[in-house]
């Protein structure tokens, strides 16, 4: 019983009820992921639309973090989201990924509402993102494991409500079969999606969410790369020039300025021991 009481209290969920918002914020994200999937006629639309957080968690960077970036900066952004559009819509017209809803590039392969969402969950990561960046390290002595069991007993809590008030899910509840479906494949999906939640935590305490984002694109190169090598899956010149922009736009931001004048800490301790935050700090 001691340890159970050793354990809440190191994880003062009273006094961090703040984890509640990117909480909220990463169950709207997820659902309305699968909202989409269930709309659009290919993955290739969300993962179109979705490449969008890279702009907007630099903008949140900068409006909730303080973060500055030059202008070459800015502009190598440009190019990082610039180099993962043109590269997917390559790989997915080399591999007729579509054949049977027409051409990636064309515009009704993007209807408004799937847009519209897809829209609003890449707010929302990058906007839950770059809070809990700002959680994080405004206790850098704190463990991650400890925060992230924090921020995920709030996620759990956030899903739960989500399962009760969809009426679907909630009568696979009610019937005892939650776990239907759960085969071997399946299991050790959600076990790679956990080990992904705890590198990305990693990179988010230790680095940004720009360095995240950043990663989370290479990560596309490098799946399309070993796809090619291992399970014949083409790509063209477009790919080639578009994969050269993106990693060209990486390169770009890290030399366009240094961590001095583009990444202030979120978090200011004066010589009196006082904290002082960014003027969003309260949110």
């Given at each position: 019983a001691s340890g159970w009481t050793g354990f809440a209290n190191a994880l003062q969920l009273r006094r961090n009820w703040r984890y509640l918002i990117p909480a909220l914020g990463y169950t709207v994200d997820n659902n309305l992921r699968l909202v989409v999937l269930s709309i659009v006629d290919a993955p290739i639309t969300l993962l179109i639309i979705g490449s969008f957080d890279i702009p907007m968690v630099a903008a949140l960077s900068g409006l909730i973090l303080g973060r500055r970036f030059t202008t070459v900066q800015k502009a190598a952004i440009f190019f990082v989201l610039n180099g993962i559009l043109t590269s997917q819509i390559a790989?997915?017209?080399?591999?007729?990924?579509?054949?049977?809803?027409?051409?990636?590039?064309?515009?009704?392969?993007?209807?408004?509402?799937?847009?519209?969402?897809?829209?609003?969950?890449?707010?929302?990561?990058?906007?839950?993102?770059?809070?809990?960046?700002?959680y994080?390290?405004?206790?850098q002595e704190e463990s991650i494991h400890v925060q992230n069991i924090r921020l995920y007993l709030y996620t759990c809590v956030c899903n739960f409500l989500t399962m009760i008030l969809w009426p679907s899910e909630r009568r696979r509840l009610l019937s005892g079969r939650m776990v239907d479906g759960?085969?071997?494949?399946?299991?050790?999906?959600?076990?790679l999606q956990a080990a992904y939640?705890?590198?990305?935590?990693?990179?988010?305490?230790?680095?940004?969410?720009?360095?995240?984002?950043?990663?989370s694109a290479a990560a596309v190169v490098v799946t399309t790369v070993v796809s090619a090598a291992f399970?014949?899956?083409?790509?063209?010149l477009v790919w080639i020039l578009g994969t050269s922009c993106l990693l060209g736009g990486m390169a770009l931001f890290r030399l366009g300025g240094t961590a001095t004048?583009?990444?202030?800490?979120?978090?200011?301790?004066?010589?009196?021991g006082l904290v002082s935050y960014s003027p969003l700090e309260q949110v």
């Open positions: 790989a997915c017209t080399a591999n007729n990924a579509t054949r049977s809803a027409g051409a990636c590039d064309d515009p009704r392969m993007y209807p408004l509402l799937p847009v519209a969402l897809s829209i609003v969950f890449a707010f929302c990561s990058a906007f839950s993102s770059v809070l809990v960046e700002k994080f390290k405004a206790k759960f085969s071997f494949i399946v299991v050790t999906l959600v076990v939640g705890l590198v990305t935590a990693l990179i988010i305490k230790h680095i940004s969410n720009i360095g995240r984002v950043f990663a399970f014949g899956y083409r790509v063209n004048d583009t990444e202030p800490p979120a978090v200011k301790i004066d010589r009196r």
